[in-house]
């Protein structure tokens, strides 16, 4: 069975909640996973579960047929760039007509200054925008900040256990964005009749780590202090999680670049295209406190 939304990386951070947003707002949508019987039972019922895997492009091709619109979504992992322009051409051969890809954050694919995965992201945005050039579908890039809920999902517990929590940003401060804001503006670009080519989503204001301490002391009653930590001791702490090579050193590259003030921009991009401000991390320290107590 064809749906009209396909949505690809459908059970990570991202996807799980345009699958969620897309079904609630009634679109026939389909996740393509690996294992479908695990994925089903992340979703609302009605969304379809669509075998396939990007390592398989025979999976994905097949996967494309009778879709309207796709949200490209994979990992941090070696295999991005081709995964998805693989994954773009499948589309634009079956003949979908809007292609959303999630991509990296504006600063990680500057010219000249690319991460590792910024480059990579860049590469497919190069992709992308060739195919629509060629009139073969439309397109649109999605550029999130650094994930609020990724790197501050677990500052609340460690404030709580000991009055205090480290992060590797030095005083540097980040328009975090709200992982709920990044799904709602690729639900929105799947969706919208116009959407703009590009949407770049960022919290509406930039917060360091004194900024977090002053809100958790609030928040908790109690005191609360910011521990400032090098890059290296961040990337030890990850590698003791089981982390891949590859995904430390993306790590180590996005944190050097976030010392260095490079996700402080705030964006009215999110506003413009959703027609809403975005999350604050205040109310999602709220929301995580709460959920704690
Ligand atoms: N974290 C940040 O701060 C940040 C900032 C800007 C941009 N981004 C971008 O956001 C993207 C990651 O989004 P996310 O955090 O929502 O993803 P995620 O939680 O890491 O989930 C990855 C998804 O990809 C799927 N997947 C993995 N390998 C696959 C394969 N071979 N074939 C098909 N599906 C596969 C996973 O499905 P399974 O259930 O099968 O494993 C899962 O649904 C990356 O491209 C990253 O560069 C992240």
């Keep these: 069975m064809s749906v009209a939304i396909l949505v690809l990386g459908a059970t990570g951070r991202v996807g799980s909640l345009v699958v969620r947003e897309l079904a609630a707002a009634g679109s026939s949508v389909g996740g393509l996973v690996r294992d479908p019987a695990r994925a089903a039972a992340l979703w609302p019922a009605g969304v379809h579960a669509v075998a396939g895997d990007l390592a398989d492009a025979a999976s994905v091709r097949r996967a494309m047929h009778g879709v309207q619109a796709v949200l490209i979504s994979s990992p941090v992992h070696p295999q991005l760039a081709p995964w998805q322009c693989q994954a773009m051409h499948a589309a634009a051969d079956a003949g979908v007509r809007r292609i959303v890809k999630l991509s990296g954050s504006a600063w990680t694919m500057r010219p000249g200054d690319c991460t590792t995965i910024g ?3 860049a ?9 629509v050039a060629a009139g073969r579908c439309q397109g649109v890039c ?3 900040n650094a994930f609020l809920q990724g790197m501050l999902g677990r500052v609340v517990a460690e404030a709580q256990a000991g009055g205090r929590f480290a992060l590797a940003l030095g005083d540097a401060r980040v328009a975090f964005a709200d992982v709920r804001d990044i799904a709602a ?3 929105q670009a799947l969706r919208a009749t116009a959407p703009p080519a590009g949407i770049e989503v960022t919290g509406p204001a930039a917060v360091g780590g004194a900024d977090i301490a002053v809100l958790l002391q609030r928040l908790l009653s109690r005191p609360v202090a910011y521990r400032p930590i090098e890059v290296a001791e961040a990337i030890d702490r990850a590698r003791a999680t089981g982390l891949s090579a590859f995904t430390l050193r993306h790590q180590q590259e996005v944190l050097l670049r976030l010392r260095a003030g490079a996700g402080e921009p705030v964006s009215a991009e999110f506003q413009a295209a959703v027609g809403r401000t975005p999350r604050t991390v205040d109310a999602y320290l709220a929301e995580a406190c709460a959920a704690r107590a």
Excluded: G, K, M, T
């Design 185 to 187: 503006a690729c639900a």
């Design 119 to 121: 480059a990579a992201h």
């Design 142 to 144: 999605i550029r999130p």
């Design 123 to 131: 590469a497919a945005e190069a992709e992308l925008q060739a195919l």
